[in-house]
């Protein structure tokens, strides 16, 4: 059987928010937005690759969203031809913070 295609819209929404269980929803939103599926199995995978407990700073956080904030930024902008308001709108951040964002990642 077919995979119905979802929308963008109710791809965004945030699962966790009215859900049931935390576990539920989590196995809920893995079966249903790939996306999700890849960093989870990404995050585990690093956490996996680095021990955590004997690196004085890990700042998992940052170094996460570093690597996911990279390619969002250069593939959404290869999408729209380089368009900074195109991108952001897109992105839904304010033109100056993606432009102050690619000049922290040297995309500028």
Known sequence: MARESQSPVNYL?????GAGTFSNAVNAELE????RRHVVSSVRQLLADIDVSVVDNPNLYEVVLREMEIPL???????VDGNQSKAADILGIHRATLRKKLRLYGLS
């Open 32 to 35: 249903a937005a790939p996306l």
């Open 73 to 79: 930024f250069t593939e959404v902008l290869a999408h």
């Open 13 to 17: 929404k945030d699962p966790f928010i």
